[in-house]
Each structure stands twice: as C-alpha cells, then as structure tokens.
C-alpha cells in the first residue's frame, strides 16, 4: 500500500463524503471506502489511472483541476483531499480556498523543496534540486508550485486557516527525531488537515 | 457478405417476436389493443438470470444490433463494433437482449401496423410514445424474458435517456445504467433541428399529411432531407474535414445544380438509404419522444431529486467533439447523480467523431466500456 495512505485514512471520519482531486488509480478512495465506510468520488484527467480507478470500482469522473470545481456546491462534501498535486495546479491559493468551500474540512500533502538534499544541490552545485520526492527535472516536472513548509504555513496564517492537524515525515514515511526538531530540513512530505478560516 | 464472419461477431442471428394481447395504455392517455415487439438476444442467460443487459437503441436504431441475418448481408448490426465475444459488451459474459421500440418502424408494433380499429395502417393516427412508455414495455418484455433485474441497461443518445428512465421509473430492475452521449434533456438548439427535420418531412407532398401507405407514396424526399441535416450534426467539423476535406466530385462549375464535392455525395447517399429503409410517421414520433425527455420535469425540475430514486451505479461518457449532445450535458448528469450520492464513473473521450462516436471503435472510448463491463460482471457475480 502507497505509505501516505495509512497516515490519511487515520484522519477520516467513518462514513464521511470525500472528494479526491487527483485521484490516480484510486488506491486511497478504495482503502477508505473499505476501511472506513466512505461514500468517497475522485477527480482525474490521466486516461490510464481513470481506468484502473474502474477496475478497482472507484467513483472517478474525468475532470480537469484546472478548469476549476464550480460545478461543485458550496458544503456538498465532509473532506476534500488532495494529496501530492496541490503544487501542480495553476493556482494552488485558489484551490486552497475551493477545497474549503466544497469540504467543512481538506486534507493536503506536498513534497518540502527546503529539505536539506534540496538545499545543498542549489547551494552547492547551483542547479534545480532532484530527490527521492522530488524526481522531475525543472522542464518535464508537473510541480509549478514548489514550496517550502514555512511556505506553506505562512499561506495558511494569511487565510486565518485552522489547522486542524499536521506532521511531516521524511522519505523513509518515518518520524525520525530530527524531522520532529527541524521539520523543514529533514522532512520531505507534509501532512495538513485544515478547516475554514476562524 | 464476400467475407466470412468476424470470429468476434455474434454470427448469424435472427429476430424474434413477442406478442403482447392485453391493451397497453401509454402515457399520452391512448391504448394500443395489442402490441408486438421485435427483439433479438446474444449470448446465453446464465442460470441465475442475472447477466442480462438491455440495448435502447437511438432515433434510427431497432433490434438488430449485432450479427448478420444472412451470409448475403453487406454490414451487420448496427452497434457490432460493442457487442460480441470479447468486445465490450461481452456476449461470453453476458445474455443481451436489444429490441425494437414501440412506435418504430422495423417489426414492432408502430405507424406501418394495422389498426384494429380501422383495418388500416395507423399511420399518423399512431399514438404519441415517450421514453416513460419505452421503458414501461421494455419492462414487458423483460417479464415475458424472466428477467427481473438486468445487470446493465445501456444506449447511447436517445438509448441512454432510456437507460436512465429505467433507473428513475424501475430503479429495483436496474443494477448499472450505461449513459453515452447523452443528455438530461434536449436543448432549444437541439429541439429545433429536430424540427427543421419534421418540417422536411411534413413539406415532402408525397408525405400526404402522414397517409403515404394509403396513397402509394413515400415521402422519400423529406426523409432524405431530414437525414441529411441529422447527419452533418452528428458528425463535427474536424471530423468531416478528415473524411473529405474539399475533395471534389466534379469540378463543373457550370452544373450549379449537381454534386460537386465528395462530402454533398456522401449526405446524399446517406439520405438516399435512409428514406428507403426508415419510416416518416416513426420518425416524426422518435423525435418528438426526444424532445420532450426531461426526467426533471415530474420533480419540480430538480435532476437530483429524479436520480435520487435510482438504486444503480452509473457510467456517463461523453466525446468532445459531440456538440449535439455536448459533454457540458453530460456533465449536469454526473454532477446530479454525485449530487445524489449515487455511485458514477464518468470519462471524456477526445475524438474527432462527433456525436456518432458513440458507434465506433476509438480506442480509448472501448478501453473504458470494457473495463466498465468487467466491473459490471464482476458486481453481479458472472465468472467468465
């Protein structure tokens, strides 16, 4: 099983409706739908992923991010969940606030571009980082919203955003001592439960 | 046929007829005494009764949609490329069943029938039928068939208005509804072409206010037009462009009047053949039927409300080039059904086909029928 699955699925309310944007082959909607009762649907644009999200009986509907959500009703879902896209879509501020809009709550992950590895192939070789959760070079990568997580906890403080739960781990999916103590050195993923502003 | 058969093709099949002797009312309040319905079936029912899948056929389909009724045949049904062993819809995997609606022209009981109480074609005295009147004798021959609850009920276009009738009107009957190419209700541009088809129809002077069998005539004409028009809106711009740009038949100038490009002599053709094998009065009745589909309606106009009765799960495909019935429609329909709390999946293929894309083989339009049909099987409990 993807290792971010187990992390999520601890954040989910038993029955919940959950909307999840970028859905890929579904693995994560099928686990929460067995594991926990979800009446969940997936967003997805890849022609191979919406196809084995049918073959493993996953809602997905074949819509593109950034062509917005507005078909969406305001409260129609209980969590919406994006996990390792929101720094792929144009404008992931607006889609921070869309996904508040249809969801009470959302669950975001994103990779740290100030992850030490990172920070020492710019510093040091003065060229675009390439790591374990960052594996793209800078012309075929999707990632065009690259961020830090004082980043993106700076977003979250001018939102007024209530962060209802967060933790990062390193690439290992492990809580090592130091990712605890310098989380934006030595993480490389962040988990981020948020609610609507206060 | 020169060729021998496809070893994917159902084979030779043949018609059969189902007689219904008690009056059938419909919903426009009229009775028909008695009703016959023409229905063909691929593959076998499995013992459980429990893989059987309906085909509603659109404006110009009927019963034969698979297979050849003799080796002589030129083309087979008219939805071969889907259905078969080891196609889409898996004839090795599911029992089929594909009729001619009521108010059609090929077999079942419509305008060319005689009228009990006349001793006449009904002609233009056939009642008006609706989608609700469709699938209320669809669920006829599904009880005369012993089949309670189908694994699937699929069309594309006016089929798939009828396939989600069926999850509004009999939801209990109905384990998975296929949607393809299809919309929620039609809209004024849609309408109006329909009518601009009746027009031609209904100006035809061998038309005879609807009594051409009694006068010898057909209003082959009007058909023929008719046909025509539907034709350049089923297809899209690209899509005529690949198939003929402006190649020319002839390039006499001075003949104003005749065929000059490739693509005037294929819509010739394609109404030439239309208006021999197609009825008017049924063609007036089918459009109709079409126009006014709009499940909405009996519940206050609200989509979700409507869907909110079904108990299956849905797939809705949609073409991007389809702009008759475009995949902004197909969309209002999985918004309301995800609205609904109702199970979807929901794919948009890029083609250049236009709305007739839904009858042929784009790769990635079968990759999602198929994979969709397994899902279907596998939820129902058929093993290959």
Redesign the interface.
């Known amino acids: 099983m993807r290792p971010d699955i187990a992390i999520i699925a601890d954040l989910v309310t038993p029955g919940a409706?959950v909307l999840d944007l970028g859905c890929g082959d579904g693995e994560l909607l099928a686990y929460l739908k067995r594991a926990k009762g979800v009446?969940g649907?997936g967003l997805e644009i890849d022609?191979e992923m919406?196809?084995c999200?049918?073959?493993v009986?996953v809602?997905?509907?074949?819509?593109d991010l950034d062509q917005g959500l507005t078909?969406?009703?305001s409260d129609?879902f209980d969590l919406v969940v994006m996990t390792d896209t929101l720094q792929s879509v144009k404008r992931p501020d607006i889609m921070l606030d869309e996904m508040l809009r249809i969801g009470r709550e959302c669950i975001v992950t994103f990779p740290n571009f100030a992850h030490w590895r990172c920070r020492l192939q710019l510093a040091a070789r003065g060229k675009m980082p390439i790591a374990k959760h960052l594996p793209h070079r800078w012309y075929n990568t999707p990632n065009i919203h690259l961020c830090t997580f004082a980043d993106f906890e700076a977003l979250c403080d001018a939102k007024n955003l209530t962060v209802i739960e967060r933790f990062v781990v390193n690439s290992e999916y492990t809580n090592h001592p130091l990712v605890s103590r310098f989380p934006n050195l030595f993480g490389t993923t962040a988990f981020y439960q948020l609610g609507r502003p206060q | 046929m020169s060729a021998p058969i496809p070893a994917d093709s159902v084979g030779l099949v043949s018609p059969h007829q189902k007689v219904f002797e008690a009056p059938v009312r419909l919903l426009c309040g009229r009775v028909l005494s008695r009703m016959e319905l023409f229905y063909e079936t691929y593959g076998e029912l499995n013992a459980a009764r429990s893989n059987a899948v309906l085909i509603c056929h659109a404006l110009s389909g009927h019963h034969h949609a698979a297979g050849y009724h003799g080796l002589d045949d030129d083309r087979p049904g008219w939805w071969d490329t889907c259905i078969g062993p080891g196609k889409p819809i898996d004839t090795n995997l599911f029992h089929v069943v594909s009729l001619n609606n009521v108010g059609g022209c090929h077999g079942s009981t419509g305008p060319r029938s005689i009228n009990p109480q006349t001793g006449r074609a009904f002609g233009p005295d056939f009642p008006a039928v609706t989608v609700r009147d469709w699938v209320a004798t669809q669920a006829m021959l599904a009880d005369a068939l012993g089949i309670t609850r189908w694994a699937a009920v699929i069309g594309g276009s006016l089929g798939g208005m009828q396939a989600m009738q069926w999850t509004i009107d009999l939801p209990d009957r109905v384990a998975h509804a296929l949607l393809i190419a299809c919309a929620s209700r039609l809209s004024a541009q849609n309408i109006a072409f329909n009518e601009i088809a009746r027009q031609a129809i209904m100006f035809d002077p061998d038309f005879n206010g609807g009594r051409y069998l009694d006068n010898a005539t057909n209003p082959a004409r009007g058909l023929m037009l008719a046909r025509m028009l539907g034709h350049v809106t089923y297809q899209s711009d690209d899509g005529l462009r690949d198939k003929f740009g402006r190649d020319v038949k002839s390039g006499d100038l001075a003949a104003a009047h005749d065929v000059q490009f490739q693509v005037e002599s294929y819509l010739h053709h394609q109404g030439r053949s239309f208006s021999q094998r197609f009825d008017a009065n049924t063609y007036l009745l089918m459009t109709r039927a079409l126009d006014h589909f709009d499940p909405a309606r009996d519940f206050d106009d609200d989509l979700v409300a409507a869907l909110c009765r079904a108990q299956s799960d849905f797939l809705v495909v949609a073409f991007t080039s389809d702009w008759r019935f475009a995949p902004a429609r197909s969309?209002e329909i999985?918004?309301a059904l995800?609205?609904a709390?109702k199970?979807?999946?929901?794919?948009?293929i890029d083609t250049p086909h236009g709305h007739d894309a839904f009858l042929l083989p784009v790769p990635?339009y079968f990759?999602?029928f198929r994979?969709?049909m397994?899902?279907v099987a596998a939820?129902v409990g058929i093993r290959s």
């Open positions: 409706r009446n649907y022609p919406i196809t999200c049918i073959t009986g809602n997905v509907i074949e819509q078909n969406f009703p129609s | 969309k999985v918004d995800i609205a709390r199970n979807v999946v929901s794919a948009v990635r990759q999602v994979s969709y397994l899902h939820r």
